[in-house]
């Protein structure tokens, strides 16, 4: 497998724009976690799926982010519109509880720049 | 929020000498993740211990959990170069195994 894939690695774009960002998770993981980095808040649960069903979105920011999971082997976050604080690292993550050793695999992430 | 605070936020060490981390929640777990992040990358997993389990072992990794104290210690023994990177622990609740709330990390250089 892959792995996580995320796209794209890097993102710039202008304030007020829509900015979406995608993620295919290794096949077989039963959930999918989406996570915003930056130095000041460090590493923060944005929404999780579990079964292409969000499960928790409490940790997203504002109305302006949401998330999709059509299938099994995809998912979305967009930012409509973004704002210069929406700057940071997004990752996402893939897990299955089956897995006796358990434990997240992580994407490379996304760096978005806002200006 | 954050369940996690790593201690301490930055170590530099001696190639060759062990590092210690440790970690400290704040709620009932199920079970406790340590992670490493190379810089511009993402997380890799290291080790889950279950809140059952006291002492786990992977390769030079040891992981210690007290749950009547709330935190846990990550082991590093002999460390190298490569071992350079910030680790962070992460916490699963009974509630909420599968959802992971991730601390602050631990930045560990290692010189030469």
């Known amino acids: 497998d892959a792995g996580v894939i995320q796209s794209p690695r890097h993102e710039v774009t202008e304030m007020g724009q829509e900015v979406t960002l995608r993620c295919k998770p290794i096949?077989?993981?039963?959930?999918l976690f989406w996570y915003r980095q930056t130095m000041m808040r460090g590493l923060e649960l944005l929404i999780y799926f579990n079964n292409n069903v969000p499960i928790d979105d409490s940790g997203m920011p504002e109305d302006r982010f949401s998330a999709k999971m059509p299938n099994a082997s995809f998912s979305t976050l967009k930012i409509q519109p973004s704002e210069p604080r929406d700057s940071a690292v997004y990752f996402c993550?893939?897990?299955?509880?089956?897995?006796?050793?358990?434990?997240?695999?992580f994407g490379s992430g996304t760096r978005l720049t806002v200006v | 929020s954050q369940q996690g605070e790593e201690d301490p936020q930055a170590l530099s060490i001696q190639e060759g000498e062990n590092a210690t981390m440790n970690c400290s929640y704040k709620?009932?777990?199920?079970?406790l993740q340590w992670y490493r992040q190379n810089s511009g990358r993402g997380l890799v997993h290291l080790i889950l211990i279950r809140s059952n389990e006291r002492e786990k072992h992977s390769g030079r990794l040891r992981v210690t959990l007290d749950t009547s104290k709330k935190s846990s210690s990550l082991l590093i023994t002999a460390s190298r170069a490569a071992d350079t990177a910030s680790y962070f622990c992460?916490?699963?609740?009974?509630?909420?195994?599968?959802?992971?709330?991730f601390g602050s990390g631990t930045r560990l250089s290692i010189r030469p």
């Open positions: 992460a916490t699963g609740t009974y509630s909420s195994a599968s959802k992971i709330i």
């Open positions: 096949s077989g993981h039963d959930y």
């Open positions: 993550a893939s897990s299955s509880l089956g897995d006796p050793n358990y434990g997240y695999t």
């Open positions: 709620t009932s777990i199920n079970n």
